[in-house]
């Protein structure tokens, strides 16, 4: 079933979304947005004065599966950081069908770059679980990052880090077969795995490939060569990784061997 191009909750009329993305009861910093800011991906090098100032600001809100947390379009006003769960981002077709450019789970910005530029969101941003996000209105943050500057280079380096994924995701794309391409989703995949060699797919696999810039049964013909060759085994929506150093060398990120001396 394709992701509905208005989720139950969405209106066009406010930037949050009534019922499906509402505002979460006031929680004490330290138990609440303070412990969250904590494992925020950089977020380690932050020192207690300037988490305790950006736990102070903005709004937590939870989010029902499949509801969305913002909308292509919209005016963007706040940087959103994923707290709990994962997030699908991409964008709506003229006929409906969603097509997904990345996922951001726990701890991860889902849009670190709008709300600077004054503009509206370039994409979608829909729940795949339930999750909790944290709303940072932009002037706030930005009086935050000028109190701390530890805050303004922690947004920087996330910002370096966003930018460089989509510089690698649009390689991938540009010199990379499907097979290269499949290997190394599947290896980012492993990685915010619980389980460092499987791993459980909670999306269609349309999604998955629209991802990977390919059809849905290309991705499915190329896990089944994957299987074929020993390195993964496919138990309906699971994959088990029996052989990493295949999957590197197949993606294209395995070390070159040293030169002979």
Excluded at 3 to 23: D, Q, V
Excluded at 83 to 99: A, E, F, I, P, R
Aim: with cysteine.
């Amino acid at each position: 079933m394709d992701i509905a191009p208005h989720p139950f909750g969405y209106s066009s009329t406010s930037p949050i979304m009534n019922n499906a993305l509402a505002a979460a009861p006031p929680l004490p910093v330290h138990d609440g947005l303070y412990a969250a800011l904590r494992q925020a991906n950089g977020a380690q090098s932050l020192g207690e004065a300037a988490l305790l100032a950006l736990a102070r600001i903005g709004h937590s809100h939870a989010v029902a599966p499949k509801a969305c947390v913002i909308q292509r379009g919209q005016p963007a006003h706040a940087l959103w950081l994923l707290t709990q769960g994962t997030v699908c981002v991409g964008n709506h077709d003229s006929q409906g069908h969603w097509w997904q450019t990345h996922t951001v789970e726990a701890h991860g910005w889902i849009d670190l770059s709008s709300a600077w530029l004054g503009g509206p969101y370039l994409e979608t941003a829909q729940a795949q679980t339930a999750v909790w996000v944290h709303e940072f209105p932009v002037d706030e943050l930005a009086a935050v990052a000028a109190a701390h500057p530890e805050v303004s280079r922690w947004l920087l380096t996330s910002m370096a880090a966003s930018v460089r994924r989509l510089t690698s995701d649009v390689h991938d794309l540009l010199a990379k077969d499907v097979m290269a391409r499949c290997a190394g989703w599947l290896l980012d995949s492993l990685s915010s795995s619980e389980d460092p060699n499987e791993l459980v797919l909670h999306q269609h696999k349309r999604f998955i490939a629209s991802q990977l810039g390919t059809s849905p049964e290309t991705f499915s013909r190329t896990l089944r060569q994957l299987r074929e060759i020993g390195a993964v085994e496919i138990d309906r929506y699971r994959i088990r990784v029996h052989d990493v150093p295949a999957l590197l060398r197949l993606s294209g990120r395995a070390p070159l061997d040293k030169p002979p001396a």
